[in-house]
C-alpha cells in the first residue's frame, strides 16, 4: 500500500467511528450531498461528482490526481495551495470546487511542464527560489499572477501613488508576495527570479 | 465541514427567497472566510445560496456625483477601480492594506464587510465564547486580549471587528444596501451597519435572518487628501493593532475612523471637530469611554500616535 492509501485509509476509519457519536448528538445525521461539475483544468474539459463540501485544491489533488498543488495550512494564510482561475490568483483550499463551474483553472502543471518550462518556472531553477519546493508551485502561480497584476495597474499597499502605474520594484513585488509563506527562507532568491522575468517581459 | 446542500441562484428575490425557505442556509459569494469557519464547525450551515450568480459585481455612478458598489465587487476590483483610486483613495488605502492578493481576488464587498472577529477564543472551539456559543462566557476577559477591542465592547464580549475596508467606508459616510426575504429593500447607514454587543454578542451586524447585501454607495466626493495608516506585527498580512482612515481638508478639518479597537469601525463626529487641534485632543475625546484591558492598553496610546503619523502625512 502506498504512502498516500494508507494515510487514507487511516482518515476513512477515523471518520467511520467518529460519525455516529456527533450523529447520536444532533439526532438526525446530515448526509454528505453530492453535485456535479464540469470545469476546464490545464486545457482538458473534466466533469466530476464531488461532495459539496470538496474545496478546488482538493478536487485538484485527490479528484484529478493534479499534485502539484499543496495543501500547506487549508486556511488562506499560506498561498501553498495559490492556482489561476481565469488568470486570477486566488487560494485554492478557501473555495468550493461546486462553485467553479465553467472556470478555467491553470495548476503548476499547466503552467508549464519538465520539457516545456514556463518562463517563471525556469527562473525560479536559475536563481535558486526553492530549497524544499513545498510552497514552490504556490510561489510560482503566485508570482506569475503579481506580474500580470502590476502591469495591469492593479495598486498595492506600498504603490506611492495611487493614480501612477505601479512598477515591478523589490518591494512592491515582496508586498504583493506576502500570502506565499516559504518556511525554508527563500525569499530573496524568489525575488532575483521574478525580476528575470519581469525584465525580460518588459 | 458538516455536511450541507448547496443551491446557485439568479437573482437577489430569489436569494432571499431561498434563504427564508431554507432553514439554516447562508450566502456564499468569495467564501474566503466562511470556508474557514466552516472548516472549523464554527459556521455550520445546512445549506449555501451561491449568490456569484447575481450581477452585483459592476461600480456605477450614481446621478448625485456619488459610486454604486455592487455587493460582488472583488476588493481587487473596488481598490483598482480608477474612480475609487482619484476620488475616494482612502477606500482603496484601506482595502490593499488588509489580507493578501490571493484573498483580495476573492472576498467580495459585501462579504467583507460580513466578515466575523479573528479573537482567538471565538476560533477555538474549546473554549468558551458569547460570541460562537451565547450564554458561555467570554474567555478573552482576562485571558490573552492583546488584539482585541478597547470601546464599544461589554462584559459578554472584547472582540472587534477585524476588516480595513468598512474602516474607510465609516469615514465615507457609505450606505449599505439590502434585499429581505419579503421582498422589501432598505438601506442601512454604514454607522448602523455593525452592532455593539451588549449582551447578545453573536450578532455582528443588524441584517435579518436571510437579508441579503445589494451593493453599497458612496456619497459624492469630499475632496481633501485622503490616508490609511496601520499598524500590526507584521509589515504586511495581518489584522490591525490600530488602523486610521482619515480625509484632512487644508483647513485641518476633517474627518476619521479608526479600525482594530472596537467591535466596527469607530468614529466621532465630536471628537473630529477637535482635528485642527491634533491628534492629542482628538484621542481624548474619542476614547474618553474606552475600558482597556491590561493586556490592550497600549491601544489607547497606538491609537493617538497613529493618528499623528497620518495627520503628518496628510499634511505631506
Known sequence: MSRRGLLGAGAASVAATAVPVSAAQVGKPAAPSLAKLAFEVNGKKRTLQVDTRTTLLDALRENLQLTGTKKGCDHGQCGACTVLVDGVRINSCLSLAVMHEGDKITTIEGLGQPDNLHPMQAAFIKHDGYQCGYCTPGQICSAVAVLGEIKAGIPSHVTADLNGRPTASNDEMRERMSGNICRCGAYSNILEAMTDVAEKVA | MKPFTYQRVSTPAEAAAAAARMANSKFIAGGTNLLDLMKLQIEAPAHLIDVNALKLDKIEDMPDGGLRIGALVTNTNLAADTRVRRDYGVLSRAIVAGASGQLRNKATTAGNLLQRTRCPYFYDTNQPCNKRQPGTGCSAIGGYSRQLGVIGTSDSCIATYPGDMAVAMRVLDATVHTVKPDGLTRTIPIADFHRLPGDTP????????????????????????????????RASYAFALVSVAAVVQSDGSGRIAVGGIAPKPWRNEAAEADLPRGAKAVTTKLLADARPTEDNAFKVSLVERTLAAALAEAKG
Open chain 2, 202 to 233: 453573536q450578532a455582528d451586524t443588524v441584517l435579518q435572518t436571510g437579508e441579503l447585501i445589494t451593493a453599497v454607495t458612496l456619497p459624492k466626493p469630499i475632496g481633501g487628501t485622503h490616508v490609511y495608516q496601520k499598524v500590526r506585527d
